[in-house]
Every structure is written in structure tokens, then in C-alpha cells.
């Protein structure tokens, strides 16, 4: 029978010990900084408070991106647009929702900035673990299908997730309770189908 000795159980441990010594990246980890969602949450409430107070309407984005749509529609098929019974209620122009939403471009650049998470790179850590170091066709083939999948079901619901995830949870309407919670699940079940 043979001796166990020291040298034997370093000599099987060692390549254990090296890949456990070796930095991984977890993709479920999000390696950056990032602000207290405390913080964030007060401030969305205090946002949502004074749209209420100083436009009388809920919060909202979905309706900027049908009426910069209108817009675009009004250059390329004028006639056609403007036969369009959305468009005839709602006439295309430049309104308060699309401010919010260059709010939240330059919002999203400001809070990336500020957090050191500026990095200038199309794939982000968590993503090229996932998807590999030359994954940046699907990465934009993914964020394209997605924002027209979600813009599509933002107007089919009648409310995007600042229209019924803040605004209309905040009035207690049963329909955007129900919104908020397909929301979650939704973006659960993309996100392990994704990232799992």
C-alpha cells in the first residue's frame, strides 16, 4: 500500500489550488460601481411627484418615441401618416415626454461618468463572459430587438415602465400593478435565459 505523504497531496492539489487562485468573471457578479438604488428610487419618486404637480400628467417616455415616429413619418410618407387615426388625435410634435427622454440619455451618461463606469467599450465585462470577446454584432442585434419588442408592447399596453412601473403603481391602478409585475418576470426570464 502506498505512502500518503505531503509531497503527494501537493503534488494532486496543485492544479486545483492554480484555478482556484485564478481571477474568474462571474456572470451574475456586476464587477462596477453603482448607485444606491435607495437613492435612485426616492429620487424617481420625487421626479414623478413634481411631473404630477407641474404638468398634471403621470410620468412617461412611450409617447415620445410614437410621436418622434409621427415626425419621421410626416418626412418620409406624409400622406400616409397622415391618414393615420393615431396621428390625427395625436398630432406628432416635440413635447415634454421627449425631453424626458434626452433626459435620460444624458442622465445615463452623467450617472456613468460619475460612477468611474465610462468606459467607452460596446461589450461590458459581464457580457463578453457570457457571449465572448467578439459578440459585439449580436450585442447590438439584441439591444435593437429588444427596444422594438419593448416599444411595441409599451403602446400595446397603453404604458411603458415609467408610464405603469412608476406613475401608475404610484396611483394604485390595478392594471399597471399588473404591468409591473409581467415587467419583472419578463426581464427574469430573459435574464437567465441570457446570462445562465
Known amino acids: 500500500m502506498r505512502q500518503i505523504t505531503t509531497t503527494t497531496v501537493l503534488t494532486l492539489l496543485t492544479p486545483a489550488i492554480a484555478a482556484a487562485q485564478e481571477p474568474t468573471i462571474d456572470p451574475l ?8 438604488p435607495y437613492l435612485v428610487g426616492a429620487l424617481i419618486g420625487v421626479l ?27 418626412v418620409i410618407a406624409p400622406t400616409h401618416t397622415k391618414s393615420l387615426k393615431y396621428f390625427k388625435d395625436n398630432p406628432p410634435k416635440i413635447g415634454w415626454e421627449f425631453m424626458l427622454v434626452v433626459g435620460v440619455i444624458l442622465g445615463g451618461f452623467v450617472s456613468a461618468w460619475s460612477g468611474g463606469e465610462l468606459t467607452g467599450r460596446l461589450l461590458p465585462e459581464m457580457w463578453q463572459a ?8 449580436l450585442r447590438i442585434a ?18 411603458c415602465t415609467s408610464g405603469h412601473g412608476i406613475s401608475g403603481t404610484l396611483q394604485l391602478a390595478v392594471g399597471s400593478w399588473v404591468s409591473a409585475i409581467c415587467f419583472f418576470i419578463g426581464g427574469i426570464a430573459v435574464a437567465m435565459l441570457m446570462f445562465t
Open 48 to 74: 414623478s411627484m413634481f411631473t404630477f404637480y407641474f404638468s398634471n400628467k403621470p410620468l412617461g417616455a412611450s409617447t415620445a418615441y410614437a410621436r418622434i415616429a409621427g415626425l419621421l413619418g410626416k
Open 142 to 159: 439584441v439591444a435593437l430587438a429588444g427596444g422594438i419588442l419593448m416599444s411595441f408592447g409599451a403602446r400595446l399596453s397603453g404604458g
Open 130 to 137: 457570457r457571449f465572448g470577446p467578439d459578440s459585439g454584432g
Open 29 to 36: 457578479q456586476y464587477p462596477g460601481a453603482a448607485w444606491s
